[in-house]
């Protein structure tokens, strides 16, 4: 029996699908990495599949040991660097349990659509096949519709307790560690992203600004105080767009406070490095303790 495969083919959809399983488990776990190193961790996969797929007599348990093992633990160090063997071990339990999710979704698209034929036809050089090209998006946007979920259910099993953690605020290439506390009275978002907001001391915001910024900051700030009359736009780039104002409300007490988007918000814990991208960060103009130094930010539940 002669048995042709396309390993241009495989490779090409593990790569795309990788890429895809690694992004959900670095939203799902927080984890920091970039672009370039997701890119690369997906390369390794799709090299590793059609490598493999070349031998398709290969033993089960081989087979296993080689892709689900030894592939997943590979692209794991290469899109979030050296981590502790806990660590690592529940990357890659989450990320097998994000394919299966993700793995068994497409694979009943895969075989109960037109999606088949194209890929089949694609195999043979006729790109322009009688496979349906709604077939083509409708699966696309079910694959989105379906990592949304994924994302969103497993961020349900991570339970953590209240406490202090080392916080690193990163503002291009400017960071600050400081000591944040959770507290799930934080109940901070950002009233045109929705998302969850953190409160830091100004003294911390004061080291992560650049001139250019800094100046921005004090246009944001006199709109605001009532100081002027409007901000003026003209002449500046999306800097100022870094900038919002967070309304709150305490026992007797509403108000607003700046707002300022940090490009990274890095919490240590004992267990892991956790990654928040784009968060923003509501600046008080008073201390967040009663002359004491245990934190300086006060961290938002979702943050963690």
């Not at 694609?122 to 994302?151: E, P």
């Not at 201390?287 to 938002?300: E, V």
Request: with cysteine; charged share 20%.
């Amino acid at each position: 029996m002669l048995l042709e495969v396309y390993t241009d083919i495989v490779f090409l959809i593990n790569f795309f699908i990788d890429v895809i399983l690694i992004f959900l488990l670095k939203k799902v776990n927080k984890k920091d990495s970039s672009k370039l190193r997701i890119a690369l961790a997906a390369t390794v996969g799709g090299a590793c599949a059609a490598v493999i797929s070349i031998f398709p007599w290969m033993n089960i348990i081989l087979r296993f040991t080689l892709m689900y093992v030894a592939t997943s633990l590979l692209m794991i160090v290469i899109a979030f660097g050296k981590l502790k063997i806990s660590d690592m071990i529940k990357q890659w339990i989450v990320l097998n349990l994000i394919t299966y999710f993700v793995g068994g979704f497409m694979n009943s698209i895969y075989y109960h659509t037109n999606l088949r034929l194209f890929f089949i036809n694609l195999g043979n050089g006729n790109i322009f096949s009688n496979a349906s090209a709604l077939y083509i998006i409708v699966s696309v946007c079910a694959v989105a519709v379906v990592s949304v979920f994924v994302l969103w259910l497993l961020r349900l099993y991570q339970i953590h307790r209240p406490l202090i953690y080392e916080v690193e605020l990163v503002l291009g290439e400017r960071s600050v560690l400081t000591k944040g506390l959770m507290d799930t009275g934080n109940c901070l978002y950002d009233p045109i992203s929705k998302k969850p907001v953190m409160v830091i001391e100004n003294s911390l915001i004061e080291s992560l600004l650049t001139p250019n910024i800094r100046q921005d900051m004090e246009m944001a700030r006199n709109y605001l105080e009532g100081k002027a009359d409007d901000i003026p736009y003209s002449g500046y780039d999306d800097r100022l767009l870094r900038f919002s104002f967070i309304p709150y409300r305490s026992i007797g007490k509403t108000g607003m406070l700046l707002g300022i988007k940090l490009d990274k918000v890095l919490i240590h814990t004992e267990k892991e490095n956790i990654c928040n991208e784009r968060v923003t960060v509501a600046i008080c103009d008073n201390r967040l303790t009663d002359g004491k130094d245990d934190y300086h930010a006060i961290l938002h539940k979702e943050l963690l």
